[in-house]
Structures are given as structure tokens and as C-alpha cells.
């Protein structure tokens, strides 16, 4: 049975957000991730982390122009994570308008991340939504 799509996406946050702390490639993080049982890796989260990691660069200087207090550098590792899926989401997939993307990206800082992150990760996305016009599919 294929994953769903919330299953799918919260698989590419935990392995993107592993990568932030490990040097291995994206390659060996699956390998060693599949041998938790309680770990489902389908071939759809690895594609969605692998267009992340592809876009890494591109996806900064998108999130540096919409963080106006903080850098890059000093945005916690779990909300640039969370914020880095959502825009390439946003972008790439054509499967998922902005507003999907924005919506699933605050579910993911309400599960994994502090109550202050929440507001940041809105408010980033939110701007990044205005600049594209929010009219990707709404």
C-alpha cells in the first residue's frame, strides 16, 4: 500500500533533518533509517528529499530574502528543515498548491517544533506566499 501524502512528507522532514547532522550521503541515511522497523522509507519520500537536498542552495536564498531577523545560520536546524520541504513543495510539485504546502509545514512545527517556531515558519512561508501572489493552484 503507497504511503499518504502526510506520511510521505513527514519521512522527507526526518531524513532532511537527519542530513543536517550527518556528513553520510542521503543514500547511506536511508539505508541505515530502513533498518528501523518503525521507520517506513517508500521511494517517494526519498525522492522528495533528494529535490530538497538538489535545491538546497536555491531554497536558502529564498528563505534568507523572507527571514528578515534571522540568518540562515541562525535559524534553528528543525525549522529550516521544515521550511526548506514546504517551499520546494510549493515550486516543484505540481501536486501541491502554496497554500497545502503552508498548511502541512505548520503541522509538522506543531508536531516537532517549539511554539515560537510556529509563528516563524508561518510567517516566512506567509511571505513567500504573497511574493508568488499565493496563485500557484489556490
Same mark, same amino acid.
Given at each position: 500500500?503507497?504511503?499518504?501524502?502526510?506520511?510521505?512528507?513527514?519521512?522527507?522532514?526526518?531524513? =532532511?533533518?537527519?542530513?543536517?547532522?550527518?556528513?553520510? =550521503?542521503?543514500?547511506?541515511?536511508?539505508?541505515? =533509517?530502513?533498518?528501523?522497523? &518503525?521507520?517506513?522509507?517508500? &521511494?517517494?519520500?526519498?525522492?522528495?528529499?533528494?529535490?530538497?537536498?538538489?535545491?538546497?542552495?536555491?531554497?536558502?536564498?529564498?528563505?534568507? $530574502?523572507?527571514?528578515?531577523?534571522? =540568518?540562515?545560520?541562525?535559524?534553528?536546524?528543525?525549522?529550516?528543515?521544515?521550511?526548506?520541504?514546504?517551499?520546494?513543495?510549493?515550486?516543484?510539485?505540481?501536486?501541491?498548491?502554496?497554500?497545502?504546502?503552508?498548511?502541512?509545514?505548520?503541522?509538522?512545527?506543531?508536531?516537532?517544533?517549539?511554539?515560537?517556531?510556529?509563528?516563524?515558519?508561518?510567517?516566512?512561508? $506567509?511571505?513567500?506566499?504573497?511574493?508568488?501572489?499565493?496563485?500557484?493552484?489556490?
Amino acid at each position: 500500500m503507497a504511503a499518504k501524502r502526510r506520511e510521505v512528507r513527514e519521512t522527507a522532514f526526518i531524513l =532532511s533533518f537527519e542530513k543536517l547532522f550527518r556528513d553520510e =550521503s542521503i543514500d547511506d541515511i536511508v539505508r541505515i =533509517s530502513q533498518e528501523y522497523d &518503525d521507520f517506513k522509507i517508500d &521511494d517517494e519520500a526519498v525522492r522528495l528529499v533528494k529535490g530538497v537536498l538538489d535545491k538546497q542552495d536555491e531554497l536558502d536564498k529564498i528563505i534568507s $530574502g523572507f527571514s528578515n531577523k534571522r =540568518s540562515i545560520e541562525r535559524i534553528p536546524k528543525i525549522n529550516l528543515a521544515i521550511i526548506r520541504l514546504a517551499i520546494y513543495e510549493a515550486m516543484y510539485d505540481d501536486k501541491v498548491p502554496i497554500n497545502v504546502a503552508i498548511s502541512e509545514a505548520v503541522a509538522l512545527a506543531q508536531k516537532y517544533a517549539q511554539e515560537p517556531d510556529i509563528a516563524f515558519i508561518n510567517g516566512v512561508l $506567509g511571505a513567500f506566499s504573497r511574493s508568488k501572489g499565493a496563485s500557484k493552484d489556490e
